[in-house]
């Protein structure tokens, strides 16, 4: 089973500032989701990636898959951002997903 | 469209009750999953379906029974419930499975369920 690590647990930062989620794993993958998880409850994806970096309105998502690790960065951060982020990697054999425990981010306006 | 829903939104029981949580999705989605969110640990799965009158294992699925005979409903039962399973309980659905030939494909989840098992 694919063993997945995100840092930092909780993070908190100040309205405009950069952030950066990190996202490591221990089996080698093609690709990597990650979802966000609202204060209410909701989950939605935001991105799928299998190599380079994406980007939708003010976050990116980049992917290194030989140092088998991926970032979640948000620029000029807004309250509205706050939120747990989740990644989540293949497991190769049983093609499900081992989910992260999340990064809960707040942000303080 | 609606997207996922599930029914109901929160529920308290008593050890030994039982109850079924419903999920129902207009997508016209092939596969559905249902997960299940604890403090401190990733979703986990519990149960899916690949299809219409088909549901398969996953991660978790002691204690809890599955039905899909509608395409658009999958149904989760707790038969005799337990505090361990306390949690919150997701569903998702899929026009592809989640995982692909180790590719990554959306999935579009509930709006979740929380169970608290007294």
């Known amino acids: 089973k694919n063993e997945v690590e995100q840092s930092p647990q909780n993070l908190t930062a100040q309205e405009g500032e950069f952030i950066t989620i990190n996202c490591s794993y221990s089996?080698?993958?093609?690709?990597l989701h990650w979802l966000q998880q609202h204060p209410g409850g909701g989950i939605v994806s935001l991105f799928m990636?299998?190599?380079g970096k994406k980007k939708h309105g003010r976050l990116i998502a980049t992917i290194n898959i030989q140092e088998k690790h991926s970032s979640l960065h948000i620029t000029a951060s807004h309250p509205r951002d706050s939120a747990v982020y989740i990644c989540?990697?293949?497991?190769?054999?049983?093609?499900?997903?081992?989910f992260g425990t999340g990064t809960r981010l707040t942000i303080i306006p | 469209n609606a997207g996922v829903t599930q029914t109901p939104k929160f529920r308290v029981l008593k050890t030994g009750q039982s109850m079924t949580l419903l999920c129902a999705q207009d997508?016209?989605?092939?596969?559905m999953y249902w997960y299940r969110q604890d403090p401190g640990m990733g979703l986990r799965l519990i149960h899916y379906?690949?299809?219409?009158?088909?549901?398969a294992k996953g991660e978790v699925p002691d204690g809890y029974n599955v039905s899909r005979l509608k395409k658009q409903n999958f149904l989760l039962g707790l038969e005799s419930a337990a505090p361990s399973q306390t949690s919150v309980y997701f569903c998702?659905?899929?026009?592809?499975?989640?995982?692909?030939?180790?590719?990554?494909?959306?999935?579009?989840f509930g709006p979740g369920t929380r169970l608290t098992v007294l």
């Open positions: 089996v080698g993958i093609s690709a």
């Open positions: 379906s690949v299809g219409e009158g088909t549901t």
């Open positions: 989540a990697v293949p497991n190769f054999g049983n093609e499900k997903l081992t």
């Open positions: 990636l299998s190599s």
């Open positions: 997508m016209n989605h092939e596969y």
């Open positions: 998702a659905s899929s026009t592809i499975p989640w995982v692909a030939g180790g590719q990554v494909n959306e999935q579009f």
